[in-house]
């Protein structure tokens, strides 16, 4: 069964940086693998719904971010290792959410086009 595990969490000053990591593992998606499925990182703040962070192309090195994160976030990817990153620069206290990862058989920003989900690590910016 694939299991898409997070980390790099924690807490952290505004202004701050922090590196996301995503290790999948456990088998093949269906259909496809790490290296044919984009991978995304989505948030949830307390009492609000899920949105998109940002996501990766599997092959051709396209991304795409939320007009939030546009020029803090940067999403990386290593197909060899199936991992994903999401390094976060310039924090700020509005960034304070659950940081999910999530896998996708298309390049979508929509969560809905996510069947693979992680368990979250926790950011918390403080101000």
């Known amino acids: 069964q694939v299991q898409l595990v997070e980390s790099g969490g924690g807490l952290v000053q505004t202004g701050g940086s922090l590196r996301l990591s995503c290790v999948v593992s456990?088998?093949?998606?269906?259909?496809?693998?790490?290296?044919?499925?984009?991978m995304g990182w989505f948030r949830q703040a307390p009492g609000k719904e899920r949105k998109f962070v940002a996501v990766?192309?599997?092959?051709?090195?396209?991304?795409d971010y939320a007009e939030s994160v546009e020029g803090r976030f940067a999403i990386s990817r290593d197909n060899a290792k199936n991992m994903v990153y999401l390094q976060m620069y310039n924090l700020k206290p509005e960034d304070t959410a659950i940081y999910f990862c999530?896998?996708?058989?298309?390049?979508?920003?929509?969560?809905?086009?996510?069947?693979?989900w992680g368990q979250g690590t926790q950011v918390t910016v403080s101000s």
């Open positions: 990766s192309h599997w092959s051709d090195g396209s991304t």
């Open positions: 456990g088998g093949t998606f269906a259909g496809g693998t790490f290296s044919t499925y984009a």
């Open positions: 999530a896998a996708a058989p298309f390049y979508t920003s929509n969560p809905v086009g996510y069947p693979y």
